[in-house]
């Protein structure tokens, strides 16, 4: 029986397999450290938020697989787990509507003022009704910056509401672009200009890195409004609260921040304008159900000497250790 751990449990029946099939350990913590014993043992390791550094990786000589229930696997060093021999399995695509639906709630949250209202009428002011602030989307410009698999499905939505729907994608081909009904940027500043409206969808890389600061919110229209359901690390925090304070930017919803779980301290939550959910956006029951079923099937297959195609790096079936692959 394969030893299989996990940093947390996993959802529905992608959990009750692993329950079944495996020798399985949870740590149920935020830490490797006190569980790296049973790291060394493991077959397989599949975490959710808790990712072991190279030094841990290079004491192992058991482990074969690392599964990733999502598809951020940029923090880790492919080139040195092919050449270790470790697969590391993904699973891209099975939460993009769900990411796309939540960055929609976030547009009309915020356009709509819904969670300040509530806040208010809640605190006696019913007179907030009278605010006129309340912003209707059907011919708006909305723009997006991403257009791989959850950019595009947000694109649909947000056609869907009757906005107009401007895309900045550097691997995006116009006609792409063009056939769901959008309008191709060549330029960020392209895009940026035009907008009242911006989701952001592109991954954490060395060239995405604070993509959006200070130069790039004094671009956008005065009273703007952004969307981060991507990544953290791709916005300048400071640049954004300075944005916000000033009213160059008329609000944000932030699914995601540069350190997760979400510091206490960080003044942007202490700004009214700003709507937070903990990095919850890919993870509806159906998203999940999907998505853990899908990282342990794949997980298992390799450790049973049979291929799968949601890998990040495919070279490691070349490795030694993966002869006997069918």
Same mark, same amino acid.
């Given at each position: 029986?394969?030893?299989?751990?996990?940093?947390?449990?996993?959802?529905?029946?992608?959990?009750?397999?692993?329950?079944?099939?495996?020798?399985?350990?949870?740590?149920?913590?935020?830490?490797?450290?006190?569980?790296?014993?049973?790291?060394?043992?493991?077959?397989?390791?599949?975490?959710?938020?808790?990712?072991?550094?190279?030094?841990?990786?290079?004491?192992?000589?058991?482990?074969?697989?690392?599964?990733?229930? *999502?598809?951020? !696997?940029?923090?880790?060093?492919? =080139?040195? +787990?092919? /050449?270790?021999? @470790?697969?590391?399995?993904?699973? &891209?695509?099975?939460?993009?509507?769900?990411?796309?639906?939540?960055?929609?709630?976030?547009?009309?949250?915020?356009?709509?003022?819904?969670?300040?209202?509530?806040?208010?009428?809640?605190?006696?002011?019913?007179?907030?009704?009278?605010?006129?602030?309340?912003?209707?989307?059907?011919?708006?410009?909305?723009?997006?910056?991403?257009?791989?698999?959850?950019?595009?499905?947000?694109?649909?939505?947000?056609?869907?509401?009757?906005?107009?729907?401007?895309?900045?994608?550097?691997?995006?081909?116009?006609?792409?672009?063009?056939?769901? *009904?959008?309008? !191709?940027?060549?330029?960020?500043? =392209?895009? +940026?200009? /035009?907008?009242? @409206?911006?989701?952001?969808?592109? &991954?954490?890389?060395?060239?995405?890195?604070?993509?959006?600061?200070?130069?790039?919110?004094?671009?956008?229209?005065?009273?703007?409004?952004?969307?981060?359901?991507?990544?953290?690390?791709?916005?300048?925090?400071?640049?954004?609260?300075?944005?916000?304070?000033?009213?160059?930017?008329?609000?944000?919803?932030?699914?995601?921040?540069?350190?997760?779980?979400?510091?206490?301290?960080?003044?942007?939550?202490?700004?009214?304008?700003?709507?937070?959910?903990?990095?919850?956006?890919?993870?509806?029951?159906?998203?999940?159900?999907?998505?853990?079923?899908?990282?342990?099937?794949?997980?298992?297959?390799? +450790?049973?000497?049979?291929?799968?195609?949601?890998?990040?790096? &495919?070279?490691?079936?070349?490795?030694?250790?993966?002869?006997?692959?069918?």
């Amino acid at each position: 029986m394969y030893r299989v751990m996990l940093s947390y449990p996993l959802f529905g029946s992608g959990m009750r397999r692993l329950e079944q099939e495996t020798d399985l350990f949870v740590t149920g913590c935020g830490e490797l450290a006190p569980y790296e014993a049973q790291f060394l043992q493991a077959d397989a390791f599949i975490t959710r938020n808790v990712h072991p550094d190279k030094a841990l990786i290079a004491k192992t000589t058991k482990l074969k697989v690392i599964g990733i229930p *999502g598809v951020g !696997y940029q923090g880790y060093d492919l =080139e040195d +787990l092919t /050449n270790r021999g @470790i697969a590391l399995v993904y699973c &891209p695509g099975m939460n993009g509507r769900s990411v796309a639906e939540h960055a929609m709630g976030l547009v009309y949250a915020l356009t709509k003022q819904i969670v300040r209202d509530d806040r208010e009428v809640k605190a006696g002011n019913y007179a907030i009704r009278n605010a006129f602030d309340h912003m209707e989307l059907s011919g708006a410009r909305a723009g997006i910056a991403g257009f791989g698999q959850i950019g595009r499905e947000t694109a649909k939505l947000f056609r869907g509401s009757g906005m107009e729907v401007w895309i900045y994608d550097p691997f995006a081909k116009p006609e792409q672009v063009q056939a769901l *009904g959008c309008r !191709y940027c060549e330029t960020l500043d =392209e895009l +940026l200009e /035009n907008v009242k @409206i911006l989701s952001l969808h592109m &991954p954490s890389l060395s060239t995405t890195y604070h993509m959006f600061s200070a130069k790039e919110f004094a671009r956008m229209p005065k009273g703007s409004y952004l969307i981060n359901c991507a990544r953290g690390s791709v916005v300048d925090e400071t640049a954004l609260y300075e944005a916000l304070e000033s009213g160059q930017l008329a609000g944000a919803g932030l699914d995601v921040m540069e350190h997760e779980p979400f510091d206490v301290g960080n003044p942007l939550l202490r700004l009214s304008n700003v709507i937070f959910t903990p990095h919850v956006a890919g993870v509806t029951a159906q998203a999940s159900e999907r998505t853990h079923a899908l990282v342990v099937d794949s997980t298992l297959s390799l +450790l049973k000497g049979k291929a799968v195609s949601n890998l990040a790096n &495919p070279d490691v079936l070349k490795h030694p250790r993966w002869t006997e692959v069918l």
